[in-house]
Every structure is written in C-alpha cells, then in structure tokens.
C-alpha cells in the first residue's frame, strides 16, 4: 500500500503549520518541553530564536502545502523539505545528546526524518525512465 504523494505532502503541510503554529503560540510551554529550560522575561534573544525556528517550520509547512497541489512540478521544493528535515534530525539529535534538550525532541525528529525518507521515496519513484 502506497501513500498518495498529494495526500503525503499535505501531511507534512499539516505537521510542520501544526508544530510552528504551537511554537509560536505557546513559546513558553515549548521551550519547556523540548528543553527543560525556564526562560526569563529579560531572555529575548531565547524568544527571539524560539520564534525564528517556527516561523521557519511554518514557511516550510505553507511550502509543503504548494507541493501538495502538484507534486510532479515540484521537485526543488521536495529537496529542499528533505535537506532541512535531515538538518531538524541533526540538530534535534545533536542536542538531545549533548543533554541540551528533553527527550520530547525525539518524537519530533523521528517524524521529521519519517517524512525526508518518505519524500526521498517520492523522488526515488518519480524519476524518469529512459529507454
């Protein structure tokens, strides 16, 4: 059973708006879940960053809901989603290891590096033959 590339990309869509949205919305609650971190209202480059990484997943979210129209016209897009979800990975991971961030960064990496594999499939799927 395949997923339907419309329908995966808008998947993503919905994960990367849902995740910047929340972010955005509750920053404190974030920053105290994916880093155990208590932030100060004198930290404003800590909200700063905190909210330039989700508007950053919500770009990367609208992007994601352009590729779900047509998925076959849009390819650049595709691997731009995949090399910034494998850096989410990276960093996410990175962090995680150097006990900077709670182990809520996991599932959010997991799903990000489930959607590069499955875009990366995509891709893999649609190139041309040639005869």
């Not at 994960?15 to 404003?44: C, K």
């Not at 779900?68 to 850096?87: F, M, V, Y």
Request: net charge neutral; hydrophobic share 55%; charged share 10%.
């Amino acid at each position: 059973m395949s997923l339907n590339p419309r329908c995966l990309f808008a998947l993503g869509a919905a994960w990367n708006i849902v995740i910047g949205l929340s972010v955005l919305l509750a920053p404190l609650f974030s920053l105290r879940l994916l880093y155990g971190h208590e932030p100060s209202v004198d930290d404003q480059l800590l909200s700063m960053l905190d909210r330039d990484f989700a508007s950053c997943v919500l770009i990367f979210g609208l992007g994601y809901g352009i590729v779900a129209i047509d998925p076959s016209q849009n390819h650049g897009l595709i691997w731009l989603g995949i090399i910034g979800k494998l850096g989410v990975v990276a960093t996410l991971g990175q962090r995680w290891l150097a006990e900077v961030a709670t182990a809520w960064v996991l599932p959010a990496a997991a799903g990000d590096l489930a959607f590069a594999v499955l875009f990366a499939c995509f891709l893999w799927r649609s190139k041309p033959t040639h005869s």
